[in-house]
């Protein structure tokens, strides 16, 4: 029997355990540092074991997913990184990339890392939240590296096929990081951006759906977003400096009373978007 042990079992990491559960001849070990969150895993059947001491298990596992905040995997690569089994697969699941990726590089030769992202979540953490669906019909990217091995990369299509992602996506980890600073992270940047405005609370209880929706991932995990964002902040500024151009652009028009030029600006942005809704390929797929 092979071991893959997952080292977090927050909300992605118990979610990963619960959803991998008896995938192919593998075990299954959780790996945590709290006692609370250990003792659920070990109550709710998260893992087929849990346990506190990551180096009882890095060095016997055959795959080892890091599911922490991006420092923490930064950090836990550094520590363990002549403790790993010869021949190992260590992967993490995170939100950025090229910090990850150039972070493995003090891995010995003899141990492949890919990077991947499952592109799921909720606006909740903690091994509380996680259920063994999370990532049914989601993307699942991989960012390898240049001589990672065929054996391991279809092991990861394997894994993500099993837990009910619809695709496994190939790319280089500068191209997800502009991915995701577009999709994901400036869209929390706004979010809590218009949680900043003293109007919150004199709406309550008048908020429509839209307000709802543009605001529900606004109550985030301030630790880890803080991180996301700073690991990614080349690509994050750049979407950045575009949605503000845009911002600006419409706050010229409506500042000069120029209805042409609002309708113009609405119609072309309406259209971009049923254009995007028009069934087709996916471009991920």
Not at 204 to 233: H, K, M, P
């Amino acid at each position: 029997m092979g071991c893959i042990a997952i080292v977090g079992l927050g909300l992605i990491g118990g979610s990963l355990a619960l959803a991998l559960r008896g995938f192919e001849d593998y075990e299954i070990v959780g790996v945590d540092v709290s006692q609370p969150t250990l003792r659920y895993a070990s109550e709710h059947g998260v893992a087929g074991r849990v346990t506190s001491r990551a180096g009882d298990v890095v060095g016997q596992a055959d795959v080892v997913i890091l599911a922490l905040h991006p420092q923490g995997i930064m950090d836990f690569l550094q520590e363990y990184r002549d403790q790993f089994k010869t021949g190992a697969l260590v992967a993490d699941v995170c939100g950025v990339k090229g910090a990850i990726l150039q972070a493995a590089q003090v891995l010995p030769e003899e141990v492949d890392f890919i990077g991947c992202h499952p592109m799921a979540g909720t606006e909740f953490s903690g091994i509380e939240h996680a259920f063994a669906g999370m990532f049914r019909d989601s993307h699942f990217i991989l960012t390898p590296r240049p001589h990672s091995t065929p054996e391991h990369i279809a092991l990861l299509e394997r894994m993500a096929e099993y837990i009910g992602c619809k695709d496994v996506y190939k790319t280089t980890p500068q191209a997800h990081d502009a991915l995701i600073a577009y999709t994901s992270q400036m869209m929390h940047i706004i979010a809590v951006s218009v949680c900043d405005d003293p109007m919150l609370f004199e709406c309550r209880g008048f908020e429509g759906s839209s307000f709802r929706g543009c605001t529900r991932v606004a109550a985030l995990d301030v630790g880890l977003w803080t991180q996301l964002f700073s690991l990614n902040s080349p690509a994050l500024l750049e979407v950045l400096d575009r949605l503000l151009e845009h911002l600006t652009s419409y706050r010229q028009a409506l500042a000069a009373g120029d209805a042409d030029t609002l309708a113009d600006k609405l119609a072309f942005s309406a259209a971009r978007k049923r254009q995007m809704d028009l069934p087709g390929p996916d471009l991920l797929g």
